[in-house]
């Protein structure tokens, strides 16, 4: 078993109404490798600059996430991007986005990260993720994340990318621009007819549903009183998602298929506690086992025969 | 067992892009009683005009509601309402509201209203409710709703009120408001240090969670691919949440609070299938035990034990 996640790595500025980061670790190949390396062997495929140092690799490599493949430019500069939260977490304002060496990124893949069962291609170009996705030819089980620019830009290209993966990964509020339906059931067997047998929707701070032809599930996001960062949730969740299917299913089994929702909710559970990676690169396995078991409890209720009211009036007593 | 609803009896003329309905039955009493109609006795009490004929009435005692506490205003006009959902439902605009004889509403408890065990405050204006939860001094468990014209217009009142009662059902975006903090797991908690020991935020499509001293517990919306006109889902909810309670809880177990809001969740996914009361007010037994067991499928995960993978690097297959 091996995953190989394509994708960003990044430096992050961030501001939220609890704190601010200047430039730290960030992307989705990032928070995606690290959720996604509790659970399986990960390899990590994307490009940094000549200011990604050995610390910032180190974040990788201490998870022991095989960084063969990250592609070091010469002269060139980390993907940068700089974003404020307001007081409502939710609400998002991207201040920079400094492409650097990703905007000329050509993804090159070892032999290793080419042979992996697993693939997650991260919010990338469509066309790198064909390319990408075309070269690990023998991966069992591909997921896709994308965004709103690549659907309103690259509709085409992304349109090709959906039907060559077996899961597409999208916010709800992107399932619905996708394919120009507001009700969600609707929308999302409306991108499972595109290509993808599995179509997770992410919800943010309300959860993640699960869109598959065995038909729906959805779980709650847990109830976080202290949520710092909200950037690289949605990765997180992803990585949670394909590293446990990876290791315990083949995305075919349904029971599996849920719990690997469970797990992608407990690491974006994580992720959001602290800024960037801190809290995720430092988890246990005991705090990621207590969190499953609180997720299953807040979540579980129980059938009691209950004899339901006839229409008929009954006498006031 | 038996539980008194007070709120608005009204018209409601309702654009979506599913269709459009002009004056019909509608209201925050009308459709909580009409779903607690099915879990129990249940009383309305509320003021209609003269233009409030033997056909809307019959929609509730068809269902065997009580109705005795409906008062009937010589020369008055029941309150009216006219609104347009947007493609995207959780969008709505309101276009016209007509007070009419709910302006000057005095509530009138009958002696059967007054024992109620359960009391349900639909939203009207705090002081409003709170002479009512007053008049009710027999209910063991009483619930409130309220809206964001009472929080900016009524904030005393409607603190006063928020003492007095045992749970309050409000959605996310109110409990946000009212104790402006917009986390909403220490919003939940701000809003129980006011009184109610039980809060339910309703999410609208994404479902609802439920706050008390044991904990957290959360639903999903169930996936309906026909959604025609969300006017009064939060009631129905209420009305499916409370309902139960009056019939099978007393407020206090855990479990059953749990129970009553997937009932709560099932009553609100009818309750938004048709326009106003349609599908709600004809519903059968066997439909929402079906529904009850379709939300405990579509949430259902299980543990399975698996091992978390360590962070030290593993060679490379």
């Known amino acids: 078993m091996s995953l190989t996640v394509v994708g960003s790595i990044a430096f992050d500025s961030v501001r939220t109404p609890f704190g601010e980061r200047d430039r730290m670790l960030g992307g989705s190949a990032v928070h995606f490798s690290l ?21 910032e690799l180190g974040v990788l490599t201490a998870r022991g996430i095989d960084t063969e493949d990250i592609e070091r430019v010469e002269g060139g500069e980390t993907f940068f991007w700089r974003g ?22 050509e993804p ?55 039907a060559e993966v077996d899961c597409a990964m999208l916010n709800d509020a992107e399932i619905r621009m996708l394919t120009e339906e507001p009700n969600l059931a609707r929308a999302a067997a409306a991108v499972r007819k595109l290509g993808p047998r599995v179509v997770v929707a992410k919800q943010g701070e309300y959860g993640a549903a699960l869109f598959t032809e065995d038909g729906f599930f959805a779980l709650p996001g847990l109830p976080l009183e202290d949520v710092q960062d909200p950037t690289g949730a949605g990765d997180s969740f992803a990585g949670g998602f394909l590293g446990y299917l990876d290791a315990h299913g083949d995305g075919h089994s349904e029971p599996e298929l849920r719990r690997a929702m469970a797990y992608g909710t407990v690491m974006a559970s994580f992720n959001v506690e602290r800024f960037g990676t801190e809290r995720v690169a430092s988890l246990t396995h005991v705090e990621i086992e207590e969190r499953f078991r609180e997720l299953l409890a807040v979540t579980r209720f129980e059938e009691r025969p209950i004899e339901l009211r006839d229409a008929s009036p009954t006498p006031s007593d």
């Not at 959720?35 to 610390?55: C, E, K, L």
């Open 35 to 55: 959720a996604a390396s509790f659970f399986t062997d990960t390899r990590v495929v994307g490009p940094v600059g000549d200011d990604f140092g050995d610390d």
């Open 108 to 162: 090159k893949l070892s032999d290793g990260s080419r042979g992996a069962e697993m693939l997650f291609l991260g919010n990338i170009q469509p066309d790198l993720q064909r390319r990408v996705r075309a070269e690990c030819d023998g991966a069992a089980f591909v997921g896709l994340d994308s965004m709103n620019l690549w659907i309103e830009t690259e509709r085409d290209s992304l349109l090709a990318a959906l």
């Open 84 to 105: 404020r939260y307001e007081h409502d977490l939710n609400v998002a304002h991207t201040e920079a986005t400094e492409l650097g060496v990703f905007g000329d990124f």
